[in-house]
Nanobody, 119 residues
Framework: QVQLVESGGGLVQPGGSLRLSCAASGRIFSIDDMGWHRQAPGKQRELVAAVAHGGSTNYADSVKGRFSISRDNAKNTVYLQMNSLKPEDTAVYYC?????????????WGQGTQVTVSS
């Protein structure tokens, strides 16, 4: 059994910062890509940022220069540092990871954490 547990969401004023964390636990042999997606009310889930095992990163255009993704492979954890937050960043943020659980790779998702940017 593999679980992804997110933390760090909350309410923040425009221009503020938040740091999300997502820790993977359970039967894990190795982790390939890790990332963050978000889903706002009435919208489709979209990729925010992703980081490969070796550290290369990919960002949505809407967050480039404001968000930074990183990972700690020793802790099986991925982070999302969000700066200069805007009201349009309000969404439920989900982490995901491609994990080898001993029988090949499959994609896992966290339960989601709410981020609300409002004055």
């Amino acid at each position: 059994q593999v679980q992804l547990v997110e933390s760090g969401g909350g309410l923040v004023q425009p221009g503020g910062s938040l740091r999300l964390s997502c820790a993977a636990s359970g039967r894990i042999f190795s982790i390939d890509d890790m990332g963050w997606h978000r889903q706002a009310p009435g919208k489709q889930r979209e990729l925010v940022a992703a980081v490969a095992h070796g550290g290369s990163t990919n960002y949505a255009d809407s967050v480039k220069g404001r968000f930074s993704i990183s990972r700690d492979n020793a802790k099986n954890t991925v982070y999302l540092q969000m700066n200069s937050l805007k009201p349009e960043d309000t969404a439920v943020y989900y982490c995901n990871a491609r994990i080898d659980y001993g029988f090949g790779y499959r994609d896992y998702w966290g339960q989601g954490t709410q981020v609300t940017v409002s004055s």
